[in-house]
């Protein structure tokens, strides 16, 4: 899997099954399998999306996943993380329309075939995140094309998922915080002197939500280790940096705690 645009587009490819448990995304996403599968697992649902389908993924969101290649062939999907921005101005514009289409079909499910005009689009919206050294009006393009894209999502009435605005929360702030530099040693003392708030009380709060500042940060940090293992030619030792390791051991010893097996391993699979 290679960056393509401002991390906005990715392709992720594998010539083995990867099976990666408890990843964690903290923004909506729309994935395009072209080849292979996706099996998308949580505690109480299983979904599979196949060759030529779309899955769409709320946030925050935590899940186990399997990209499964074809036989004899490989695994090659589509991602798409829509800038915040992005779906802000959306919502803005289209706030009405948008919670019909959540009304409607909220009970749908994440996983949908492609309408001859969203196939369409979304390949008009890939080719445009492809142009090298893009221009302010080429980057006005992309998310003209997205916002059309998110149209005919509504129009054929599937994908609610990815127009639910994620509910303001502490933990929600704290990860947005954390992913703008992973590879900072964060502590909880500075978080929370960032939002104004005591240590404890900061402490108490991520509680009330089901989660710590200790939790967060590793799930954000092995979370995002995985996608730069399947989305750059970056070695591990440079990874484990990028993510907030000083240590490759320590790495490689909290990577396989958390999704079940190493970073080699998970390589391997590419």
Known sequence: MHEIISNIHFIYQAKRPQVLRQLSVTSPLLAWVRSGQKRVTTEDSHYTCHTEQCIVLPAP???????????????????????????????QRYGDLISQHISHNNSSPPVFDLSQTLHRQLEEFISLTELNDPTSLDRARVELVWQQILL?????????????????????????LINADLARDWQSKELAGRLNMSESTFRRKLQSENTS????????????AAHLLMASSHNIQQIALDT??????KFTSRFKQQFGLTPAALRKTL
């Open 61 to 91: 969101y935590q899940f186990g996943i399997e990209n499964i290649p074809v036989h004899q062939g490989r695994y090659f999907a589509h991602c798409i993380v829509p800038p915040t921005a992005w779906m802000d101005r959306f919502r």
């Open 152 to 176: 005919t999502m509504m129009y054929d009435g599937v994908g609610a998922a990815l127009f639910i605005n994620p509910k303001a929360s502490l933990a929600g702030t704290v990860s947005a």
């Open 213 to 224: 500042f200790t939790q967060l940060l590793h799930q954000l940090r092995m979370s995002h």
């Open 244 to 249: 907030g390791y000083s240590s490759p051991s």
